[in-house]
């Protein structure tokens, strides 16, 4: 899969900028139908993705509960708490805005929105948002907040030199 985009530190957008077509303007008026192209297909892959786990897990389980939609949600905001850390600016790994919208956006947005959610109320708490931060996460689930850290969290340490 080719994105047009370079990754490097200087044009890299934070998973605040990153989550909304502005930041795809941002790189530019060329970029912007191909992000939606590629968070589309994303979208599609994490939809796919959502709906085959869930079956199994209702399957296995039942249907009393909603198992498999707890699973994605927490699975979904772990994912996407790793992928953030782990390209962010200062993370291990460069990844072009074009991937982090097709990965972040398309396909966990597509999984579970929560985790898109949930990366932002990490952003405004980093921000030093805590009201904000804290009057969203009340109106959310906590485990799922608590997934998207802990991936995130897991990350930081592995990139402590």
Request: charged share 10%; net charge positive.
């Amino acid at each position: 899969m080719e994105f047009a985009f370079p990754a490097n530190r200087e044009n890299r957008l934070t998973g605040s900028e990153l989550m909304t077509p502005v930041g795809a303007a941002m790189r530019g008026r060329s970029f912007i139908m191909l992000s939606y192209f590629w968070v589309g297909l994303g979208g599609a892959i994490g939809s796919a993705a959502r709906f085959w786990i869930s079956g199994i897990i209702a399957l296995r389980y039942g249907q009393t509960f909603p198992f498999g939609t707890l699973a994605v949600n927490v699975t979904g905001c772990f994912i996407i708490g790793l992928f953030a850390a782990l390209t962010d600016p200062e993370g291990r790994f460069l990844a072009s805005p074009s991937f982090r919208e097709f990965f972040m956006i398309g396909i966990c947005g597509g999984y579970t929105t929560f985790s898109s959610f949930s990366l932002q109320s990490l952003a405004l708490v980093q921000e030093g948002e805590w009201l904000r931060a804290g009057a969203n996460a009340v109106a959310s689930f906590a485990l799922c907040l608590v997934a998207v850290w802990l991936g995130h969290f897991s990350v930081s340490i592995l990139n402590k030199p």
